[in-house]
């Protein structure tokens, strides 16, 4: 079974722009959840999806929002970028969100250099 | 509110020796424990999760961990490092209303020949 994917992988933006990352969930996951990750402030969840819905946002800038297809496919948009924005992008999938037990299987990662 | 600190933000070992990472968590309800591994530009990888299912949890590659409600801890063990876990690793806790992981800062794992 395919794992979680993310595109593009490396992306370089500048300061203003806005951006669109892709998430692919594992075949049958309905939940996807986003989160950045910074070597300063770490990993930071963002928000998560299920059934088209967001069910939980992190505390971010309205700049970030999200999205999920009926497909399960997500993607994540930051507008007006700037340059704390740069991070890794981690998409992560899991069956459903039932239980916290539910562990999630995180995509390889979108990295965002903003400049 | 939940929360994770990983002592240590970076361990070395001798390959061979064993590892010991240490997670400590705060939560006002029983929590949801995981350990996730990550190499160079890749994503994460989950090693093992606890569910209150059994105090001691095996994973992958060799490694455990044992949920202490006494202590609120979580700490992973591998008897026996080899070179190939060389990595960082977190600490993660599960927010009961699903979908949100709440993660530690992390520990880089060294391992020397």
């Known amino acids: 079974k395919a794992g979680v994917t993310q595109t593009p992988r490396y992306l370089i933006k500048t300061r203003g722009q806005q951006v669109t990352l892709s998430c692919s969930p594992i075949s049958g996951h309905r939940s996807v959840s986003w989160y950045q990750q910074t070597p300063g402030q770490g990993l930071q969840f963002l928000f998560e999806?299920?059934?088209?819905?967001?069910?939980n946002k992190g505390n971010f800038p309205g700049r970030f929002s999200g999205r999920q297809f009926s497909n399960s496919r997500s993607e994540m948009n930051v507008s007006t970028l700037e340059l704390g924005d740069s991070a890794l992008y981690l998409c992560?999938?899991?069956?459903?969100?039932?239980?916290?037990?539910?562990?999630?299987?995180f995509g390889p990662g979108t990295r965002l250099t903003v400049t | 509110a939940q929360s994770v600190t990983q002592l240590g933000s970076h361990v070395s070992v001798s390959e061979g020796a064993l590892v010991l990472l240490r997670c400590n968590y705060s939560?006002?309800?029983?929590?949801?424990l995981f350990w996730y591994v990550q190499y160079p530009n890749q994503g994460l990888q989950l090693l093992l999760k606890y569910t209150s299912a059994a105090t001691l949890v095996k994973g992958i590659n060799g490694f455990e961990a044992e949920f202490k409600k006494s202590e609120t801890s979580f700490h992973l063990t591998k008897p026996s490092a080899h070179m190939s876990d060389a990595a960082e690793y977190f600490c993660?806790?599960?927010?009961?209303?699903?979908?949100?992981?709440?993660f530690g800062q992390g520990t880089e794992l060294s391992v020397k020949p």
């Open positions: 993660a806790v599960s927010v009961f209303q699903g979908g949100k992981l709440i």
């Open positions: 999806y299920f059934s088209e819905t967001q069910r």
């Open positions: 939560s006002s309800v029983p929590p949801y």
């Open positions: 992560a999938s899991s069956l459903a969100p039932g239980t916290s037990a539910d562990e999630q299987y």
